[in-house]
């Protein structure tokens, strides 16, 4: 009878490993549906890396030349950019 006593503590323990693993997978699906969406905008800015990294070169040499612009532009989308929320929340009430 002794035997058996560990047996069943790890019989009990295995089980409880196998359901920690699966419930571990399900999470992981759920939390990979979840985050989907970051995902393809995060993959998306790391393939225009090199066009953002470029085009921000340009604009710094640029601004160096004109820097009234470059706060005149920067109010201007700032601007923009209040425009567009204000219309979405707008929108979806």
Do not use: C
């Amino acid at each position: 009878m002794s035997h058996q006593h560990p047996r069943i503590a790890k019989a009990q323990l295995l089980r409880k490993i196998q359901q920690q693993r699966l419930d571990l997978s399900a999470e992981k699906r759920q939390w990979s549906i979840a985050t989907a969406r970051y995902d393809r905008g995060w993959n998306t800015l790391l393939s225009l890396r090199k066009y953002l990294i470029t085009g921000s070169s340009l604009l710094a040499l640029y601004n160096i030349r004109h820097p009234s612009r470059m706060v005149r532009w920067t109010k201007r989308a700032l601007g923009l950019l209040g425009t567009f929320r204000l219309i979405r929340s707008t929108l979806r009430h």
